[in-house]
């Protein structure tokens, strides 16, 4: 065979694959397809990954999808088991028709015959969303050093990578990662178990830090940024798991004693005060959008063998100086748990200023194990809250973050099969409508069938972390750890 016949058979089998069967004489359908993930109805980025999809409740010999939009024309997809759209197209139309929709025709063929649903939108909302995520994955049992890491994803596309594993550091759990306003060059990272310590990475420069003190309860834990990128709130939480032995309920761990501190990352001092070093049980501290206010959960202690039902939290408030790092006197109450008989955990605040989200259960703090945990919204000018019924679900909602423009947040949820811990995006505009929840995309639709991990503390990045995995190695294997000083003001 010469060149050129190889060029033709190239360029026939090419047509070939890129040929799709004509849809036939159609049986209309009057109901949208069931497809999975439920991508129906969504509001999205002009950015996402392609929203690639499948459906589950019928056999089907062919599968035939046409996006189209009011600009850029339509995308067609045809196959017999999975639709995946190519990415350039995909974005390319989801780009030109920001603002608006586009519409998803769906049609099945079986057994020679084509049945055709009814069209459904997805909006492009002209808001940007930040470039990635960074979250945990874990297998969902008990055991903290099961294989696990932090990995970084691209809301683009399908590209995740690892950011730290720990099989790096044998015999250790990486957790609690937190990032200032979702800038990568701010990170903080806590190692648990046979080299505990906490690495801060400001800017590139890397060092490992030993947060526990002679005054403190713990080594520092649930970090958040000052959006000055100079401080750090930390909670001490000294904490017990338990196991129920009451059906439908698993896994209990909670505070058996706990205080919230403010790091100075340039003084390397570990501040705290009166009005927040008390018996209560004081955990989840979070900066407000101006970073003059300290968020935190506080709970009348308890005895957690006999009365762990009476643990309830309520979201409290204490004044923050950044200039000179000090508190105010005074705690007020934003959510009261005795007036709600509920608890409040991982308040999140928007950074346009005008939000706390955060989770709502029956008690303790550890929502992840309530299925009855869903999230709620406050509204900081008129200290108004409600539960956020476009996204709640009859399962686990508990984690959540939200983009540096406030126009997106992700949470995490069990509804999928009340097991496995799955990241959602949801959209909020300027008017605080909230849009449909939809999962995380995936390249192949059937990924969360047999991925054997969890979700975990989802946070939004702007850009790629870089991390120095052998630096990372070194500095953590090497005890040498640099000791923060504890000073009340």
């Known amino acids: 065979m010469n060149k050129y016949s190889s060029y033709i058979l190239i360029f026939l089998l090419t047509l070939l694959v890129g040929c799709n069967e004509s849809v036939k004489s ?3 359908i009057d109901t949208f397809p069931a497809i999975y993930p439920d991508y129906t109805f969504v509001t999205v980025p002009a950015s996402i990954a392609p929203l690639n999809f499948t459906i589950k409740s019928v056999k089907y010999d ?36 920001k603002g608006s929709d586009i519409q998803v025709l769906v049609s099945l063929k079986s057994d020679g015959v084509w049945k055709q649903y009814k069209t459904f939108p997805v909006h492009i909302s002209p808001n940007p969303i930040d470039y990635g995520l960074v979250y945990r994955m874990i297998a969902p049992g008990y055991e903290v050093y099961s294989k696990m890491g932090i990995y970084q ?6 590209d995740q990578k690892p950011i730290v594993e720990n099989t790096l550091i044998p015999g250790s759990c990486v957790n609690c990662h937190a990032f200032s306003k979702n800038n990568p060059s701010f990170m903080s990272l806590h190692v648990r178990g046979t080299h505990g310590a906490t690495m801060l990475q400001v800017n590139g420069k890397m060092q490992m830090l030993n947060t526990k003190t002679d005054s403190t309860i713990s080594s520092c834990v649930y970090p958040y940024w000052h959006p000055s990128g100079k401080y750090i709130a930390y909670s001490t939480n000294k904490t017990k798991q338990a196991f129920h032995v009451v059906r439908n309920e698993r896994v209990e761990v909670f505070d058996e004693a706990s205080d919230v501190v403010v790091y100075d990352v340039n003084s390397n001092q570990l501040l705290t005060c009166d009005a927040l070093k008390t018996s209560a ?39 923050f100086n950044p200039d000179n790092g000090t508190f105010g006197t005074k705690v007020d109450t934003l959510v009261s748990s005795s007036k709600l008989n509920k608890s409040v955990s991982f308040p999140r605040p928007s950074f346009d200023g005008k939000y706390i989200m955060f989770t709502l259960s029956d008690y303790g703090n550890f929502s992840i194990w309530h299925r009855e945990a869903d999230l709620y919204l406050l509204t900081l000018s008129t ?32 509804r999928g099969d009340g097991l496995y811990t799955r990241l959602y995006l949801a959209s909020m505009d300027e008017n605080g409508k909230i849009g449909k929840p939809f999962l995380l995309p995936q390249k192949d639709p059937r990924f969360y069938d047999v991925s054997l991990f969890s979700y975990n503390v989802p946070e939004f990045i702007t ?13 953590a294997v090497s005890e040498e750890r640099k000791q923060m000083v504890y000073t009340k003001k």
């Open 26 to 28: 159609p049986k209309l």
């Open 62 to 97: 062919v599968i035939d999808v046409v996006v189209t939009g009011k600009v850029n024309g339509t995308l067609h997809v045809q196959s017999d088991e999975i639709i995946q759209f190519p990415e350039k197209k995909w974005h390319n139309l989801l780009e030109s028709n």
């Open 153 to 158: 994803r691209n809301l683009s596309d399908f």
């Open 281 to 319: 049980f004081e955990t989840f501290p979070v900066f407000s959008a101006d970073g003059r206010a300290l968020y935190f959960c506080s709970s009348k202690p308890y005895d957690i063998q006999s009365d762990y039902k009476k643990i309830k939290y309520s979201l409290c408030k204490i004044d």
């Open 383 to 414: 200290g108004a809250f409600r539960p956020i019924s476009e996204v709640n679900s009859a399962d686990t909602e508990s984690f959540h973050d939200w983009t540096t423009n406030s126009r997106w947040f992700v949470f995490s949820s069990r």
């Open 463 to 475: 850009a790629p972390v870089k991390v120095d995995v052998s630096e990372f190695e070194r500095k």
